[in-house]
């Protein structure tokens, strides 16, 4: 701790140390980039389908129509229960 001190709060790396934490810190960088990429992507996905379902509430069909468009939209499919 006094050798770390003294040389002004300095890391002093071995070639081989500094290469690996090199290393991690530019994966690190990426890894950020890539979940700040997926956060936005899926904030600007969220953003499209809540828009387009609110333009089918805006119409003003009657709530049956509405659900069968929303349920048109995303491709759902509603089956009746088979009965035994």
């Known amino acids: 701790m006094e050798d770390y001190e003294k040389c002004g709060n300095h890391v002093f790396l071995t070639a081989e140390s500094a290469q690996k934490t090199i290393e ?3 994966n690190h960088i990426v890894e950020d ?14 953003t499209y389908w809540k828009a387009e379902i609110e333009k089918i509430h805006a119409f003003g069909a009657p709530p049956r129509a509405q659900l069968s468009k929303i349920l048109a939209l995303f491709r759902i499919e509603v089956r009746e229960e088979e009965q035994s």
């Open 24 to 26: 991690l810190a530019i």
């Open 33 to 46: 980039a890539r979940q700040k990429a997926r956060s936005k992507a899926f904030d600007d996905c969220t």
